[in-house]
């Protein structure tokens, strides 16, 4: 095979360009016309396919994806709960908020709530009714009725079960909204490591293809001869 490498021909720099699709339209005309004269571009560009397709099949390992998740608080989850509120609701805070939120919902529901030294009183109903006097109402106007009674403590247990309906809801759309951050930042960093292995690869072959192009006329020569042999058996097999 010696006997068939010519001397160094000065065109190591246009191989690789070829090699890489770096070339022009016309370089390519010329080294491809070049290549059917000369049998050392012509076998290292083969020697060279062959360390490019061997180059390509190799994987960078998957960096494992380390996550710390910190168990939240009472304090966290409360916080959590008055950041996703808007603004007019942050004035005041703890349970008074909350208990004013039920509030208003019991108000416009025609629910009202009146707490007195005998206990609370609720009416239901859409209509408000108003107690009058037994001087100044007519005989004939009926009473008005309380349709329910509850103690403080059941006004407490309903306020209680709106807030944690509030809060439950709360949770449940951060959880969502989590989810879809994490599920974004996970497609992310897949496509920037799949961007910077494909960087780091080509990068590595387009070094290794200068530093061969660098090597003098019988380093080049074993080496190819080297590489040719390799491929030629490796294809036998």
């Known amino acids: ?9 000065g065109k ?5 360009s070829y090699l890489y699709d770096e070339a022009s339209q016309a370089e390519r005309a010329e ?13 290292e560009l083969q020697a060279f396919q062959s360390v490019r397709q061997e180059l390509n099949t190799w994987e960078m390992p ?21 950041l996703l509120m808007p603004g007019w609701f942050k004035i005041t805070s703890g349970l008074a908020t909350a208990a004013a939120a039920a509030l208003i919902v019991f108000a416009l529901s025609g629910t009202h709530i009146r707490f007195g030294q005998n206990g ?4 239901f109903g859409i209509r408000e009714i108003t107690e009058l006097s037994s001087t100044s109402a007519p005989v004939d106007m009926p009473k008005p009725t309380v349709v329910n009674s509850l103690s403080r403590e059941d006004a407490e ?29 996970k497609a992310t960093h897949q496509t920037e490591l799949q961007n ?4 780091l690869r080509k990068d ?16 080049r020569q074993t080496l190819t001869e080297w590489l040719f042999d390799s491929a030629t058996a490796s294809n036998e097999r």
Do not use: W, Y
Not at 1 to 9: A, G, T
Not at 12 to 16: A, G, K
Not at 175 to 185: D, M
Not at 204 to 217: G, T, V
């Open 204 to 219: 590595h072959q387009k070094q290794l293809a200068l530093q061969l192009a660098k090597l003098d006329n019988t380093q």
């Open 157 to 185: 247990k309903m306020i209680q079960a709106a807030v944690a309906q509030v809060q439950a809801q709360a949770q449940e759309q951060t959880r969502l909204q989590l989810a879809g951050l994490e599920a974004k930042l």
């Open 1 to 9: 095979m010696k006997s068939q490498l010519e001397s160094n021909c």
């Open 12 to 16: 190591q720099d246009l191989m690789v």
């Open 120 to 123: 609370v009183d609720a009416k």
């Open 62 to 82: 998957v960096v494992p994806h380390i996550e710390v998740v910190t168990p939240r608080t009472a304090m966290d989850a409360l916080r959590e709960f008055f």
């Open 31 to 43: 080294f491809e016309r070049h290549q059917t004269t000369c049998a050392t571009c012509r076998n």
């Open 196 to 199: 910077a292995t494909m960087r």
